[in-house]
């Protein structure tokens, strides 16, 4: 059988699975829809936390930016795993305790404020938003290739399946099919994994042939960094950027992580403040699954690229050079009129420009895998689209019928209007985003990388100062939050955009002014130290918060007595 | 001890977890895989260059077992001082 046919076969049956598990798990209730009910297993959350994390980024692009930039790809690594440990340590538990729905429901009741309320609304929206969008673009992408369907139509039938389970089963629905799609999109990405590390070194754990040696005795790490030499690409296993930026990413990165509504929201979903712990203990562990293999199939594919087509004749390249030819993410162009590939660092002698997606998406290719594991990596992209694509869009949908209708507009809404209110705003987000994937507005790309600054700079001080600063008061917290995002901004527009020296033709020379050095995407540190200074300091100088205030933080503290809390 | 001095020895407690835990998750991440990056990849183990191993794999392996760990002491914290349910 041809990819085509097993690619239709294998997302036909994915589909059915999700499609089924939403019918299954349809919420009855607004506790369902947010929060599925507050009853679900810990080991199943953290599947869902897993899926739902996992972007079509994680899956398709991060082994292609690793294998491009070597140990400068390690920030991506350490940052999307590390904030985990944050998560579980310093966030999960206790905003489990507090037992609400949302994250501006957190800050909105800790600061006694409908002001702070607002402000977090606003950010979980511009987070949420950024992100879909490349996540609805990703879906068209991967139909594209694979099904050889129009991008535009990829992005509609993404669409229609994520508008039918997201707002037929809310989180309850988004969980249980969230758990289906983590199967799929490990398996296919440890199938092609596991094949190809045989393949080089003949050890079927791709973390084993990472640092293994291949057929000819070399170690690959010492062969790819020989290979890269030679051609005047820098070392992979040492970086090209400064230390203290990649230390400022990582920073941004991590802490991002641990700010983002959309993965704190799924802690709220488990029945106790053990099991929002553990949870946080078995996500992690299923993206480290993901995320230690990742470097090795960069590795991998670096290797198996540079060796079949450096200083190869155009002509001898093998088919899967033209099949991705035509899809533009591979460009040959023959500068010196040789027919042969030139592939070096230099950039006025280098021949072929590669799109980074193409590592993963072409890697089972270039290995010559069966197609059937061909047409796995499909399914597998487009399990990790949609998961996190539905993720996404409850928390839009919850940040507005929750948290601006139900606790500012309209409080005596009843049950049943609210849960309508909250299919109606998923619906209309899914809209939306559809409308981005479609339309994709230029800047997408580079706001997902800064939407972790952007949540590192505002919510991630509002919610560890609220737990662990008893002391915290509204006018610090909301200071903090408008200033640290507004720098963020401010830096963003300056750094990424250009915008306050003639557009982005300026972005490239405006890098000496970087602000210690630092990138844009780094600065999130900058403005989180920022931000839980002046939190601080204008906490000192206001009046404190009132006494039952500072009853609920003593209270969200300790573990138990989580049923009384979740009433309300 | 009064629901409140359980409540204080129990925060307590926990906070030199957190202290001792994340220590750890610094070290791994930001000395090892960072800023001690270049003086351990003289050193090498196997086909790895032992700071670029912390930076691409041995950090997030450390990262999984501290989580677990950290289950598992608040799991006996939460029995000591009877806040477990």
């Not at chain 1, 293994?212 to 062969?223: I, N």
């Not at chain 1, 899967?320 to 040959?332: I, R, V, Y």
């Given at each position: 059988?041809?990819?085509?046919?097993?690619?239709?076969?294998?997302?036909?049956?994915s589909?059915?699975?999700?499609?089924?598990i939403?019918?299954?798990?349809r919420?009855?209730?607004?506790?369902?829809?947010?929060?599925?009910?507050g009853?679900?297993p810990?080991?199943l959350?953290?599947?869902?936390?897993?899926?739902?994390?996992?972007?079509?980024?994680s899956?398709?692009?991060l082994?292609?930016?690793?294998?491009?930039?070597?140990?400068?790809?390690?920030v991506?690594l350490?940052?999307?795993?590390?904030?985990?440990?944050?998560l579980?340590?310093?966030?999960?538990?206790?905003?489990?305790?507090?037992?609400?729905?949302?994250?501006?429901?957190?800050?909105?009741?800790?600061?006694?404020?409908?002001?702070?309320?607002?402000?977090?609304?606003?950010?979980?929206?511009?987070v949420?938003?950024?992100?879909?969008?490349?996540?609805?673009?990703g879906?068209?992408?991967?139909?594209?290739?694979?099904?050889?369907?129009?991008?535009?139509?990829?992005v509609?039938?993404?669409?229609?399946?994520?508008?039918?389970?997201a707002?037929?089963?809310?989180?309850?629905?988004?969980?249980?099919?969230?758990?289906?799609?983590?199967c799929?999109?490990?398996?296919?990405?440890?199938?092609?994994?596991?094949?190809?590390?045989?393949?080089?070194?003949?050890?079927?754990?791709?973390?084993?042939?990472?640092g293994?040696?291949?057929?000819?005795?070399?170690?690959?790490?010492?062969?790819l960094?020989?290979l890269?030499?030679?051609?005047?690409?820098?070392?992979?296993?040492?970086?090209s950027k400064?230390?203290?930026?990649?230390?400022a990413?990582?920073?941004?990165?991590?802490?991002?992580?641990?700010?983002?509504?959309?993965?704190?929201?799924?802690?709220?979903?488990?029945?106790?403040?053990?099991?929002?712990?553990?949870?946080?203990?078995?996500?992690?562990?299923?993206?480290?699954?993901?995320?230690?293999?990742?470097?090795?199939?960069?590795?991998?594919?670096?290797?198996?690229?540079?060796?079949?087509?450096?200083?190869?004749k155009?002509?001898?390249?093998?088919?899967?050079?033209?099949?991705?030819?035509?899809?533009?993410?591979?460009?040959?162009d023959?500068?010196?009129?040789?027919?042969?590939?030139?592939?070096?660092?230099?950039?006025?002698?280098?021949?072929?420009?590669?799109?980074?997606?193409?590592?993963?998406?072409?890697?089972?290719?270039?290995?010559?895998?069966?197609?059937?594991?061909i047409?796995?990596?499909?399914?597998?992209?487009?399990?990790a689209?949609?998961?996190?694509?539905?993720?996404?869009?409850l928390?839009?949908?919850?940040?507005?019928?929750?948290?601006?209708?139900?606790?500012?507009?309209?409080?005596?809404?009843?049950?049943?209007?609210?849960?309508?209110?909250?299919?109606?705003?998923?619906?209309?987000?899914?809209?939306?985003?559809g409308?981005?994937?479609?339309?994709?507005?230029?800047?997408?790309?580079a706001?997902?990388?800064?939407?972790?600054?952007?949540?590192?700079?505002?919510?991630?001080?509002?919610?560890?100062?609220?737990?662990?600063?008893?002391?915290?008061?509204?006018?610090?917290?909301?200071t903090?939050?408008?200033v640290?995002?507004?720098?963020?901004?401010?830096?963003?527009?300056?750094?990424?955009?250009?915008?306050?020296?003639?557009?982005?033709?300026?972005?490239?020379?405006?890098?000496?002014?970087?602000?210690?050095?630092?990138?844009?995407?780094?600065?999130?540190?900058?403005?989180?130290?920022?931000?839980?200074v002046?939190?601080?300091?204008?906490?000192?100088?206001?009046?404190a918060?009132?006494?039952?205030?500072?009853?609920?933080?003593?209270?969200?503290?300790?573990?138990?007595?989580?049923?009384?809390?979740?009433?309300? | 001890?009064?629901?409140?001095e359980?409540?204080?020895?129990y925060?307590?407690?926990?906070?030199?977890?957190?202290?001792?835990?994340?220590?750890?998750?610094?070290?791994?991440?930001?000395?090892?895989?960072?800023?001690?990056?270049d003086?351990?990849?003289?050193?090498?183990?196997?086909?790895f260059?032992?700071?670029?191993?912390?930076?691409?794999?041995?950090?997030?392996y450390?990262?999984?077992?501290?989580?677990?760990?950290?289950?598992?002491?608040?799991?006996?914290?939460?029995?000591?001082?009877?806040f477990?349910?």
């Open positions: 059988m041809g990819i085509l046919t097993w690619t239709w076969i294998l997302v036909g049956i589909f059915a699975l999700y499609i089924g939403a019918i299954w798990a919420a009855g209730s607004s506790k369902e829809f947010y929060v599925a009910g009853g679900v810990p080991i959350n953290g599947m869902a936390t897993a899926a739902d994390w996992m972007s079509a980024a899956f398709i692009s082994a292609g930016i690793v294998s491009f930039t070597g140990y400068d790809g390690s991506y350490m940052g999307w795993t590390g904030g985990y440990v944050l579980a340590l310093l966030l999960a538990p206790y905003l489990r305790k507090f037992g609400k729905f949302t994250v501006p429901d957190f800050i909105g009741d800790r600061y006694y404020s409908n002001t702070a309320r607002i402000v977090a609304v606003i950010a979980a929206l511009v949420s938003f950024t992100y879909v969008a490349g996540q609805m673009r879906v068209g992408i991967v139909f594209s290739r694979y099904l050889e369907v129009d991008i535009n139509t990829g509609y039938i993404g669409m229609a399946i994520v508008l039918f389970y707002v037929l089963g809310g989180m309850k629905g988004i969980t249980y099919t969230q758990v289906a799609q983590y799929v999109l490990i398996f296919a990405f440890m199938v092609p994994a596991i094949f190809i590390s045989i393949q080089m070194t003949g050890n079927a754990i791709p973390q084993l042939g990472f293994a040696a291949g057929e000819d005795g070399v170690y690959l790490l010492d062969k960094d020989g890269q030499r030679e051609l005047g690409f820098h070392e992979y296993t040492s970086g400064s230390m203290i930026d990649v230390f990413i990582t920073v941004a990165l991590m802490v991002g992580t641990a700010g983002l509504p959309h993965v704190i929201v799924r802690f709220f979903t488990v029945p106790k403040v053990k099991d929002a712990r553990k949870s946080a203990g078995w996500a992690l562990l299923f993206i480290a699954i993901l995320y230690t293999t990742i470097p090795a199939v960069a590795l991998f594919a670096r290797t198996n690229l540079i060796e079949t087509v450096s200083e190869k155009y002509q001898d390249l093998p088919q899967w050079f033209a099949n991705w030819e035509k899809t533009g993410l591979l460009k040959f023959d500068k010196n009129g040789d027919g042969i590939v030139q592939y070096v660092g230099d950039k006025s002698k280098n021949e072929l420009t590669i799109d980074r997606d193409i590592m993963v998406l072409a890697n089972p290719e270039i290995a010559q895998l069966p197609n059937w594991v047409a796995l990596v499909g399914a597998g992209g487009l399990a689209a949609l998961s996190t694509a539905a993720g996404l869009l928390v839009i949908a919850s940040s507005v019928s929750h948290d601006l209708i139900k606790k500012v507009f309209n409080p005596n809404i009843t049950e049943k209007q609210e849960l309508v209110a909250a299919r109606l705003s998923a619906a209309v987000a899914v809209v939306i985003a409308y981005f994937g479609i339309n994709p507005p230029g800047f997408v790309a706001v997902v990388a800064l939407a972790f600054g952007l949540a590192a700079a505002s919510f991630f001080p509002a919610i560890i100062l609220g737990i662990f600063d008893k002391r915290m008061n509204k006018e610090g917290a909301i903090g939050m408008i640290g995002l507004s720098l963020m901004i401010l830096y963003m527009l300056k750094f990424k955009f250009g915008i306050f020296d003639g557009g982005k033709e300026a972005v490239a020379g405006l890098k000496l002014d970087w602000f210690l050095g630092i990138s844009p995407e780094g600065f999130g540190t900058i403005a989180m130290i920022v931000n839980f002046v939190s601080i300091t204008v906490s000192k100088f206001t009046t918060p009132p006494k039952e205030v500072q009853d609920i933080v003593e209270d969200i503290r300790i573990p138990s007595g989580v049923g009384e809390a979740l009433d309300h | 001890m009064t629901h409140k359980r409540a204080k020895a925060w307590k407690e926990n906070l030199r977890y957190l202290l001792i835990l994340l220590s750890i998750w610094f070290l791994v991440s930001y000395v090892f895989g960072i800023l001690l990056v003086q351990l990849n003289a050193i090498k183990i196997g086909g260059k032992l700071g670029f191993w912390f930076a691409q794999q041995g950090s997030m450390v990262f999984v077992i501290l989580i677990f760990v950290y289950i598992g002491l608040m799991n006996r914290l939460d029995k000591k001082y009877g477990n349910e």
